[in-house]
């Protein structure tokens, strides 16, 4: 029996997409490896991961609840065991949302980026996630397949993901799907 996954096409696009639920909060929160990208910055790193903790939500200027995130990047250059870090806070662009705003801390306080939550499931009962990313001024716009589980997707699940990026109506998607790299692990 072939795996059917759906996904939907982030707001940023004008093309419909389907109607979904998106995971829970409490779904999302904890440690996810980044085991397929198409950002160039992970293609000599190695052990990419984003680790979402909860943050006190926000109150919008419409009065609407946002919630938010601490979202830690972690990640090793392939010749280091050096970890590095690159902190940000994630704020729901509408309650119950699966659109996000990043904002960095520190030195990174001016850098800002839109990310979205296209598709998610389980493999064998663990959780995976594929999420767009809008480009900024540092990087270009991109996808990221991510998973509880250290050593990804099974194939199966891999080909089907691949194969929901083809059936989406926006060419940039589609081309996206395509350029789906392995992150490396170990």
């Not at 250059?77 to 659109?99: F, M």
């Not at 998973?147 to 990026?165: C, F, P, R, W």
């Amino acid at each position: 029996m072939t795996l059917q996954i759906s996904l939907r096409s982030p707001t940023t696009s004008k093309l419909s997409s389907i109607d979904w639920i998106p995971p829970s909060i409490d779904q999302w929160f904890g440690t996810w490896h980044v085991t397929h990208s198409t950002l160039p910055l992970w293609s000599d790193k190695r052990n990419v991961t984003l680790t979402y903790k909860s943050l006190e939500a926000t109150t919008g200027s419409n009065q609407q609840v946002r919630q938010r995130l601490d979202d830690t990047v972690t990640y090793q250059s392939l010749t280091s065991d050096k970890i590095k870090t690159i902190r940000g806070i994630d704020t729901a662009c509408n309650e119950g949302s699966a659109d996000w705003n990043w904002r960095g801390k520190g030195w990174l306080k001016l850098v800002t980026s839109h990310w979205e939550i296209l598709g998610f499931g389980q493999d064998s009962g663990v959780d995976w996630a594929v999420i767009f990313f809008a480009s900024t001024y540092v990087t270009p716009f991109g996808m990221d397949i991510l998973s509880k589980s250290k050593e990804g997707v099974s194939a199966e699940t891999l080909s089907a993901i691949k194969e929901a990026l083809t059936e989406i109506e926006d060419p940039a998607l589609k081309k996206l799907g395509g350029e789906l790299f392995g992150v490396r692990r170990g």
